[in-house]
């Protein structure tokens, strides 16, 4: 089986840490490493360093080398331009096939956090074996809250053990959907939210792209013919919609099996997220760094160089310091972080973003 | 006359960006020079160069020196140790009396802001006068809310006018109310607040001095023995009380007159005084710097370097960031900052105060 981890993405729901020239899975949010550097080395030793690739973009290739070292230029995967998990996913299976034809592949963001790698790993194992069955893989996570940001499972039809663990037909999967479905899912129990993590076969996957999103399916055969010219690349993935996986193919497909998973996953989708991955003190405030509290309570607080942050008298503040950049945030509009990143966009302040 | 510029607090209420190396009399807080600049720039063409005297501690000499130059080395007056404003009044005294006897000394904070400096000459023209018939000359703000920081005075019998200005005697000195007697006065009218600049001749605040407070008094009969002798002037200085003049002196005494005056002044006395100081923008925020405002409203913001700022969803916040600190108080607790620098102390974190 090979990893491909998906490093493409902007994070920019963690600005101002997260910048276009450095995106949160090049930084160290909570651990000894960046979130590409963790995500990398939790893969091992269930797979050697010679099966893991990873997809970016050209810009970001001297941050990959550089926090990957010693890592293969074979195994990067260069997108051409972001056209989403889609067509991501679609260009890593088109460069394995050419080595690996029959090979099982796991796509992995590069920016989540998993705390029970002994459970990932027992995971991705059964997950390898339910998918050389032909089916498009997903891991459901119990849901805590009635979150809008994931998509959500229902398992059916229970598919039999592998490697001792329960796996079912998806019946349903509904991508995002908004607060009062998302309650509703949860009260009537048996829904999954989708951790993000795929695998299937390189052949499974780039059919399924074949049937359910023709056009990226045509745009791959290109590919296929276009490996080493960079610029004909472009010419092929810039006429492509920006379409998730999730949206794309997984919604829609009917071989969609889930594995349920419990390794400690977070998206880290936004501040509010550091909450559960530092931990919080007595009075509820999550930091990386020293702090003095005077009566305030349930902040999260992310600065860098070890700055001393004192609250006095306030709560439900998220607070990230950076050298350039400053953001005080109410911690219940913590999602609205990436609509700054474009206003600074619009306002003249892209040295900001 | 002489002025002397009382440069030795500590301004604590102005921590993190006031530290024990740089307080905030050395910090450029609004206009273009440090309010210590600012206060010795604002006295010309009233007052020349050569009248202008500073008092501080040893350790802020070289700081003085850097921020007034050239500024002659016998117009800084050094503290032997801080023990508030009657001691430092009575020194400075000392210190022209040895060649001005007869002078006329006008005592300025170094950390106040005055806008309207025509008014503040008018104002000193006039209370020079005055000061020349022995009255020991208090300012009157008039006060907009019942603030408990300063001391409140009534005035009484009219003196006459005195550069074509009217003065009072004051009838009643009160430093410091508490919230409800400051409403009463408020409700009653006929109060001003002290400005904490004073103006008198150096006989007469001696002569005061001696009779309100013998101690002080007698050590300063010691000083003038002293001079030239910095450790015997700190085993004079070391026991006595830290008493401000206008409790020892101002309080007390039967021979205290008052000018009303309206020269755009404050005291600067903790962050929130900002937003008079800097202006509020259209959502009520107040900031020396770049900032972007995604429904936040009613917040001060200061920071170094031109740090942008974000505000997403707050309100009534004090940020104020340092290379090693950053502070987020309720804007309605700055008061407090004080107690955070002796929490630090008493925390180990004495690096930060």
């Known amino acids: 089986m090979k990893a491909v981890i998906m490093a493409g993405g902007q ?42 690739y990873v997809v970016c973009s050209e810009r970001y290739l001297p941050l990959v080398a550089e926090q990957l070292e010693p890592f293969p230029r074979d195994q990067v995967i260069v997108e051409p331009m972001a056209r989403s998990t889609a067509a991501c996913a679609g260009l890593a299976a088109c460069y394995l096939k050419q080595r690996f034809p029959e090979e099982m592949m796991v796509m992995l963001p590069a920016d989540h956090v998993i705390r029970d790698v002994k459970e990932f790993h027992e995971t991705l194992r059964a997950g390898e074996k339910l998918g050389r069955e032909g089916w498009l893989v997903s891991f459901g996570i119990e849901p805590s809250h009635p979150a809008t940001g994931y998509g959500y499972l229902r398992p059916g039809e229970h598919l039999g053990e592998f490697a001792g663990r329960p796996a079912y037909k998806v019946e349903q999967f ?30 499974r996957i780039l059919s399924e792209i074949d049937l359910r999103m023709p056009r990226l399916g045509q745009a791959l055969a290109e590919v296929e013919q276009s490996w080493g010219y960079p610029d004909r690349l472009k010419e092929i993935f810039s006429p492509l919609e920006s379409t998730s996986i999730d949206f794309g193919v997984m919604e829609k497909s009917e071989r969609i099996a889930m594995l349920p998973s419990d390794p400690g996953w977070s998206d880290v989708g936004n501040w509010k997220a550091l909450e559960e991955i530092l931990g919080v003190d007595g009075q509820g405030v999550a930091s990386n760094g020293p702090q003095l509290n005077v009566d305030s309570r349930d902040c999260v607080l992310y600065t860098s160089g070890g700055k001393l942050v004192v609250l006095v008298g306030v709560r439900d503040l998220v607070v990230v310091d950076t050298e350039d950049a400053l953001l005080v945030c109410s911690k219940d509009r913590t999602e609205e972080v990436r609509k700054v990143v474009e206003s600074l966009k619009n306002k003249d302040l892209k040295e900001y973003t």
Request: charged residues 25%; negative net charge.
């Open 11 to 52: 994070g920019t729901r963690f600005w101002p840490a997260s910048r276009e020239s450095r995106p949160k899975q090049f930084l160290q949010i909570a651990d000894s490493g960046t979130l590409l550097q963790e995500t990398v080395a939790r893969l091992g030793p269930l797979l050697g360093r010679e099966d893991v």
């Open 174 to 203: 509904t991508e995002k959907p908004d607060r009062a479905r998302a309650a509703q899912f949860l009260e009537e129990g048996n829904y999954y939210w989708n951790s993000g993590m795929f695998l299937f076969s390189v052949e």
